[in-house]
C-alpha cells in the first residue's frame, strides 16, 4: 500500500525522491505517489516487453472463409477459361485456411498434411495471372518468385532460402504470419536436370536447386536471412518452419507432350492411330500429363513426390482470346479506352479489328501475351499523336480492321512474322 506523507513532503512512492528532487511529481488514490523518473523507467521497460513478445497473427475463422466456389467465381473476373485449373488452386487455397483452422486447436487428433500444387501449361495461357489474382484475395502472405535465378548455395545467383526471405518481407517482417503464407514459385520447368550424363561441371541451376529445395517443400525450420541475400558468418538469421506454408509452382514444360507421347505410344504430330488411340486428343496432349512425365522432363522424383497435386492449363482458343480482350475487369481494350479517356478522347474497337488481332496473336502463338504485343503495335502511333492535337474534349477515335492492318504490315519488329 502506499504510504501517505504530508503535502509539504510528497514522495514517489516508487523511489522515495522528495518533490524537491525531481521534475515532477504525480499524485493519486490514498495520497499515491510516482515521479517522472520512475515514469521513464517504466516506460523503457514497456518498450522492451513489447518488442520481445512475438506479433500476434489472427485466428482463421470458418464463416469467414471463402468457400471453393466463391474463390473460383472472383477468378472469373479476372481470368477468361481454365476451368480446371481454377477448381485445382481454389480447392488448394481453402484447404490451406481449413489447415490452419485445424491446427489452431490445443491438440489436433489428426495432423492435416499440406498438398503443394504444380500447374503447367503453355506460355500466355494465365499461370502468372492466377498466382497474382488469387494474392488480391487471401488474407495470408503471398508471394511469387522466379525459379530461373536460383542457384546452389555459393554460386552466383540467388539461393533456395531467398525464397522464404521475400514471403518474410511480405508479412511486414512477421515470423508466425510467414508461417502460414503461401509461395508461388513461376517458371519451375528451368530448374530441370539439363541431363542424365555424368559431366565434369556441377549443374547448378538445375538438379542442384531441386536437391535445396527438397527440405523447404517438405516441411523444415531453415535460417533465412531476414534482408535477403547472400548469407554470411556474421549475418543475422530468422528460423523459419516452413511445415505450414503452401507453395504453387507454375512451369510452361515446353517440349513435355513429347514425352506424354511416348507414354501414349502415339506422335505430337503425324497421322492419327486406329483402335482405342483415335479418342486421344493430340492438339492437347497436355491433359493427359501425369507425374511420370515430369519426371522424364528432368525434375527428380523426390520433387515430384512433394508436389502431390497435378493441374494443367488448356492452350487458349480463339473463342478464350476473343474474351481476353473484352471481359475481364483488366481486360486490354478497357485498359486502352481508360488510357484514352485521360486525354479526352473517346476509343472504340470495331468488331472486325478485334477478330483481326486475335487471329494474329494465334498465328504468333503466344497466348494471351501476343494479344498485348499487338494491340501496342496498333496503338502506338495514336498513342503519340493523339495527347497533342486538337481540343482536349469530345474527340473520338475508331480502330477498325484495315486501320489494324496497316500497322501491323509496317510495324518494324512485327513485319517479318507477318
Known amino acids: 500500500m502506499a504510504k501517505k506523507v504530508s503535502s509539504n513532503d510528497d514522495c514517489c512512492s ?95 487428433e489428426v ?89 565434369i561441371t556441377r549443374d547448378v541451376s538445375g538438379e542442384g536447386v531441386q536437391q535445396a529445395l527438397l527440405k523447404i517443400l517438405e516441411g523444415a525450420v531453415v535460417n533465412v536471412p531476414p534482408e535477403g541475400g547472400r548469407k554470411h558468418p556474421e549475418q543475422k538469421f530468422v528460423q523459419v518452419n516452413t511445415s505450414d506454408i503452401l507453395f504453387i509452382c507454375g512451369g510452361a514444360f515446353d517440349g513435355v507432350e513429347r514425352k506424354i507421347a511416348q507414354r501414349l505410344n502415339t506422335n505430337a504430330v503425324g497421322y492419327d492411330r486406329i483402335g482405342s488411340r483415335t479418342m486421344i486428343d493430340r492438339d492437347n496432349l497436355m491433359q493427359y500429363v501425369m507425374p511420370q512425365d515430369l519426371k522424364s522432363f528432368g525434375l527428380i ?12 492449363l488448356e492452350p487458349l482458343g480463339r473463342e478464350a482470346l476473343r474474351r481476353i480482350l473484352t471481359e475481364p475487369r483488366n481486360a486490354i481494350v478497357k485498359q486502352y479506352v481508360s488510357l484514352f479517356a485521360l486525354d479526352g478522347v473517346e476509343l472504340h474497337f470495331d468488331d472486325q479489328a478485334l477478330d483481326y488481332i486475335v487471329d494474329k496473336s494465334i498465328e504468333f502463338k503466344l497466348g494471351a501475351r501476343g494479344l498485348r504485343s499487338i494491340c501496342e503495335a496498333i496503338m502506338m502511333d495514336a498513342m503519340f499523336d493523339m495527347p497533342s492535337e486538337g481540343s482536349p474534349d469530345g474527340r473520338s477515335f475508331t480502330v477498325t480492321a484495315d486501320y489494324a492492318r496497316q500497322k501491323i504490315e509496317t510495324s518494324p519488329y512485327l513485319r517479318s512474322v507477318c
Not at 540467388?158 to 512477421?174: K, P, T
Open 111 to 199: 495432423e492435416i498434411d499440406k498438398s503443394n500444387i504444380i500447374m503447367i501449361g503453355p506460355t500466355g495461357t494465365g499461370k502468372t495471372l492466377l498466382a497474382r489474382t488469387i494474392a488480391r484475395l487471401l488474407k495470408v502472405p503471398f508471394t511469387i518468385v522466379d525459379a530461373t535465378t536460383l542457384t546452389e548455395a555459393g554460386y552466383v545467383g540467388e539461393d533456395v532460402e531467398g525464397i522464404l526471405s521475400r514471403l518474410y518481407q511480405a508479412a511486414d517482417y512477421n515470423l508466425p504470419l510467414t508461417e502460414r503464407g503461401i509461395i508461388f514459385i513461376d517458371e519451375i520447368d528451368k530448374i530441370a536436370r539439363k541431363g542424365d550424363n555424368p559431366s
Open 14 to 108: 516508487f523511489c522515495d525522491l522528495p518533490r524537491s528532487e525531481v521534475d515532477a511529481m504525480f499524485g493519486g488514490n490514498e495520497g499515491a505517489f510516482v515521479c517522472d523518473r520512475c515514469i521513464e523507467h517504466g516506460h523503457k521497460l514497456l518498450q522492451e516487453t513489447v518488442g520481445k513478445r512475438k506479433p500476434g497473427v489472427p485466428e482463421v475463422r470458418m464463416e469467414e472463409l471463402l468457400k471453393p466456389q466463391e474463390i473460383k467465381r472472383f477468378l472469373d473476373q479476372w481470368v477468361i477459361g481454365q476451368d480446371a485449373a481454377k477448381k485445382f488452386l481454389s480447392v488448394a487455397v481453402y484447404n490451406h485456411y481449413k489447415r490452419l483452422y485445424h491446427a489452431q486447436g490445443k491438440a489436433p
Open 301 to 312: 522424383p523426390e520433387l515430384v513426390g512433394r508436389l502431390p497435386v497435378l493441374t494443367y
